[in-house]
């Protein structure tokens, strides 16, 4: 989903609820940002792995957890 059709679907402060709910620390200096960044505003990324190693693009070898999280 493109950066505007994720700040027109989601508030930046409903993220930051919906995120601190499940023990997610957002910080942000603009909640726009933040709206444009959503979890649902990205592809699963299971789907995606499944997907390039069924078109032989990839081999999966390891779950990764993320623990942080920066952008800048």
Known sequence: MSRHQATRTWA?????DELA????????PSAR?????APGAYKNVTAVVDA????????KVA??????????
């Open 12 to 16: 930046g402060r409903q993220v930051i």
């Open 21 to 28: 709910d499940r023990g997610i620390i957002v910080l942000s």
């Open 33 to 37: 940002g933040v709206a444009e960044e």
């Open 52 to 59: 390039a190693e069924e078109a032989g693009l990839a081999r």
């Open 63 to 72: 779950r990764l957890v993320p623990l942080i999280c920066i952008k800048g």
